[in-house]
């Protein structure tokens, strides 16, 4: 069992930057690979980037491709999302996700989810 914890939303200003934290309960963090997702209002979730369990392998949604990193830090059971170049399309609700399996984009794929973090990027 792994729970999430999400923070660092809040409210930013058009090209400014946010950096996202997930904190992980168990001991079985680094058995996961980590994600992101975000779903605005009236909108599905959509995958916004995944990380390798190491770490040493990342992918990302177009959208977000170039202005958003993520990271991990194994020995904190945390990942991050820096986000940077912010736009007002970039407001949604934040989700941190973990998934045994790789390179998928779908939420059925991932297993377990935090609660979320609102991200609102003002124009």
């Known amino acids: 069992q792994v729970q999430l914890v999400e923070s660092g939303g809040g409210l930013v200003q058009a090209g400014g930057s946010l950096r996202l934290s997930c904190a992980a309960s168990?001991?079985?963090?680094?058995?996961?690979?980590m994600g992101w997702f975000r779903q605005a209002p009236g909108k599905e979730r959509e995958f916004v980037a995944a990380?390798?369990?190491?770490?040493?392998?990342?992918y990302y949604a177009d959208s977000v491709k170039g202005r958003f990193t993520i990271s991990r830090d194994n020995a904190k059971n945390s990942h991050y999302l820096q986000m940077n170049s912010l736009i007002p399309e970039d407001t949604a609700v934040y989700y941190c996700?973990?998934?045994?399996?790789?390179?998928?984009?779908?939420?059925?794929?991932?297993?377990?989810w935090g609660q979320g973090t609102q991200v609102t990027v003002s124009s």
């Open positions: 996700t973990a998934s045994r399996v790789w390179m998928t984009i779908t939420t059925s794929s991932y297993d377990y």
């Open positions: 168990g001991r079985t963090f680094s058995s996961y690979h």
């Open positions: 990380i390798s369990k190491s770490g040493s392998t990342t």
